[in-house]
């Protein structure tokens, strides 16, 4: 009796631990998956934090842009707005955003093919001329011919389903891709949307991303010669059929440390001496601008959140959000 009263206990003994050891294996990962909500919790707080960080950049350069150009008859690179660099200190992290002229770049929605709509299919406005100069300075690396992207362009813009010339692609062409989908037949709302374009590399991307950009809502090409750079001078170039890749430079660097207060001092200016700018050109260059690009960055503790917003200056100077992507560059 005795023997079989010590193996009972032992049997209890081996039961009752096992318990234990099941208990504390439920309590081990309870606590763990409480640590990891907790942790989860913790960062989608200070993920909002930083998106909330950066949509007062957002607000203090909508406040930045309307005070700093009211008023003003021209936008150029020494006001304020066109701070580079500019960082502020906040609770637990930082505030850093730029500010950039949509109108110091090349819009892409201006080779739209509005002749082809008008029922003239071989006829090129004056933006694709411009831009198919534009490739032939900057673009000697394309993957394809200059005509065939710019064809591409303005057939993914455009709102017909009709090929504008050799080269060009619709619908049938990317349906037949792989991973099918259809042109966008109307205008682009980010310029990452040039990933898409028929054959496109990313090589092809990283090239035409410093002189392109994408004004939402906008078909028409104004380039403000007074926020170009030294870098973006060839957009110049490319307008103005006449005016080497140098000359542009040289307009450029020649420019008033204000900016031009006119386009008419633009035109008088000794580079562009002796060359004839054509009238739809002359419409096409300004010392204004009213499309702006913010790109705003915040970090909160372990966090951060890019913000990148489309200002619209209105007439009123009351500027406007036309769109928001956020994340990194596209």
């Not at 099941?22 to 409480?34: D, E, K, P, S, W």
């Not at 990313?202 to 002189?211: E, H, I, R, S, T």
């Not at 790109?295 to 009123?316: P, Q, R």
Request: aromatic share 6%; with cysteine; proline share 3%.
């Amino acid at each position: 009796m005795n023997a079989y009263r010590c193996r009972q206990q032992g049997v209890a003994l081996v039961a009752v631990l096992m318990i234990i050891a099941i208990v504390v294996v439920i309590a081990v990962n309870m606590t763990g998956r409480l640590q990891l909500q907790l942790q989860r919790q913790q960062n989608v707080q200070q993920q909002q934090q930083a998106f909330w960080y950066a949509m007062g950049a957002e607000q203090f350069a909508k406040v930045l842009l309307s005070r700093t150009l009211a008023g003003e008859e021209s936008v150029n690179l020494a006001q304020d707005w066109a701070l580079q660099g500019a960082t502020f200190p906040v609770e637990n992290g930082t505030i850093a955003g730029d500010i950039k002229d949509l109108h110091s770049c090349f819009n892409i929605n201006a080779l739209q093919n509005v002749s082809a709509q008008n029922g003239n299919r071989n006829e090129q406005s004056p933006a694709q001329k411009a831009f198919l100069r534009l490739l032939e300075l900057k673009g000697s690396e394309l993957s394809m011919p200059a005509e065939y992207l710019v064809a591409r362009l303005g057939d993914w813009l455009d709102e017909d389903s009709l090929l504008s010339t050799a080269g060009s692609a619709e619908d049938d062409d990317y349906a037949a891709l792989q991973f099918p989908y259809y042109t966008a037949n109307g205008l682009m709302a980010s310029v990452s949307e040039l990933r898409v374009i028929l054959d496109m590399t990313p090589a092809d991307y990283q090239l035409l991303a410093p002189y392109v950009c994408v004004i939402p809502e906008n078909s028409g090409l104004v380039l403000n010669v007074n926020t170009l750079t030294e870098d973006t001078a060839v957009l110049l170039a490319a307008l103005i059929p006449e005016l080497t890749e140098q000359g542009a430079a040289d307009v450029i660097a020649g420019r008033p440390e204000e900016g031009f207060a006119n386009i008419e001092e633009v035109f008088g200016s000794e580079a562009l001496a002796g060359i004839t700018v054509p009238d739809e050109v002359k419409t096409m260059l300004s010392v204004k601008s009213d499309s702006f690009q913010l790109t705003a960055t915040a970090a909160y503790l372990e966090s951060g959140f890019i913000l990148t917003s489309v200002l619209k200056l209105d007439e009123n100077n009351q500027v406007k959000v036309l769109a928001r992507r956020f994340g990194g560059q596209g």
